[in-house]
């Protein structure tokens, strides 16, 4: 049984189109994160949720919103994509609101290629 | 400001061979850190972590890890390697004031036969 999921695994897409990335978790937890590896294996944090309140928006572009319609979902919605959007997109999620100091645990990633 | 340096980009072990991966990192306070590994297309798992007490941390699958203070350092071990070993590990701060973590660029481990 999965604890964080994510859908899709792949996504191929043309500049400029709009897309979104689901996340749910059964883990029961409070805290979910958005986080972007670069093609350089390079992990960062883009956003965090707990109990459907943003905690943590780092310097994203604001064609990046992210949406929790419920604690155990947090999707990623992109407009206009660009070509350095391409990346491979992680959700994570953590059992209380201390993201700096809790296990967070890892989605297997969605791999965005924008062509 | 808060980072974590993972020196070596690659490393190649021989199976049963001992094995170490090195982690500095910057922090101002007393640090929270985590050591994650990420096996080819999967999510990251984590090995182990420290927040305080013994510097010397157990985790999953064998591993373990000295947390040295003079040193800034975090520094990743296993006594013998198996060819399931081979993955990318990532070293990690967890920043308080903004709780996050910051992650290294991580550290891509071959196990050669």
């Known amino acids: 049984d999965t604890a964080v999921s994510q859908t899709p695994k792949y996504l191929v897409t043309q500049m400029g189109n709009d897309k979104s990335i689901k996340c749910e978790q059964n883990?029961?937890?409070?805290?979910m994160y958005w986080y972007k590896q670069d093609s350089k294996k390079f992990l960062k944090i883009m956003f965090s949720y707990n109990n459907k309140e943003l905690i943590i928006n780092e310097t994203v572009p604001n064609r990046f919103s992210p949406k929790s319609p419920d604690k155990a979902h947090l999707n990623l919605h992109i407009n206009s994509l660009e070509l350095g959007d391409s990346a491979v997109y992680f959700c994570?999620?953590?059992?209380?609101?201390?993201?700096?100091?809790?296990?967070?645990?890892f989605g297997p990633g969605t791999r965005l290629l924008v062509l | 400001a808060q980072s974590v340096t993972q020196p070596d980009i690659h490393i190649t072990v021989s199976e049963g061979a001992s094995l170490e991966l090195r982690c500095n990192y910057s922090?101002?306070?007393?640090?929270?850190l985590f050591w994650y590994v990420q096996s080819p297309g999967q999510g990251l798992q984590l090995l182990l972590k420290y927040f305080s007490g013994d510097t010397l941390v157990q985790g999953i699958k064998g591993f373990e890890a000295e947390f040295k203070r003079s040193q800034s350092s975090f520094n990743l071990r296993k006594p013998s390697v198996h060819w399931s070993d081979a993955a990318e590990y990532f070293c990690a701060v967890g920043v308080i004031s903004f709780q996050k973590l910051v992650f290294g660029t991580g550290t891509r481990l071959l196990v050669s036969p």
């Open positions: 994570a999620s953590s059992q209380g609101t201390s993201g700096s100091q809790e296990t967070q645990y």
């Open positions: 922090y101002g306070a007393t640090p929270y």
């Open positions: 883990l029961g937890h409070d805290t």
